[in-house]
């Protein structure tokens, strides 16, 4: 398992939680799992991510900001979602647009950001056909959220991380 993927996992692990309820007293504790994704649809999440693109942090030149600068900060936290979940090939690039609006950057061959996400090691390169990467800025272009798109579809995503 990829280094990015687990982290991943680990976070949305971490994320996922049970809620406590108790019916009445004297009645035992009844433990619910949920799972974020489906208390909060994926709708939602990309609907918040979108408010808070448009907050500038400060990697985007405004002040420190938690919500979008900070480690594991709202922002980060719903990045993270996004990727996992429409990350899976079961989306569509104009799917991916419609719900997070357009990328703050396509990157194609030639480009840097194409030949910096192609250098990542456990970045999976497609086996055919010419591919891109719709970049979704997390902190400017120093962290981001990557989908790689081929012939129209999503096949997966990933992180860049500036590791600093």
């Known amino acids: 398992m990829t280094y990015h993927r687990l982290l991943i996992l680990i976070t949305l692990f971490l994320l996922t939680g049970c809620a406590v309820r108790n019916s009445a007293p004297g009645n035992p504790i009844e433990t619910v799992a949920y799972d974020e994704l489906s208390m909060d649809p994926i709708?939602?999440?990309a609907a918040e991510?979108?408010?808070?693109?448009q907050v500038k942090g400060h990697f985007e030149g405004g002040t420190w900001n938690d919500d979008v600068d900070k480690w594991m900060g709202r922002k980060h936290q719903l990045m993270i979602q996004l990727g996992s979940h429409l990350g899976t090939g079961q989306y569509s690039k104009a799917q991916i647009i419609q719900l997070l609006a357009p990328p703050d950057l396509t990157a194609r061959e030639g480009d840097e950001l194409y030949n910096l996400v192609n250098s990542l090691?456990?970045?999976e390169k497609p086996a055919t056909s010419p591919?891109?990467?719709l970049i979704y800025y997390w902190r400017g272009s120093h962290d981001f959220l990557y989908?790689?798109?081929?012939?129209?579809?999503i096949i997966n995503s990933g992180w860049w991380y500036a590791g600093e």
């Open 43 to 45: 709708e939602n999440v």
């Open 121 to 123: 090691p456990d970045f």
């Open 131 to 133: 591919y891109e990467f």
């Open 49 to 53: 991510f979108r408010n808070l693109r």
């Open 147 to 153: 989908f790689t798109s081929q012939d129209e579809a």
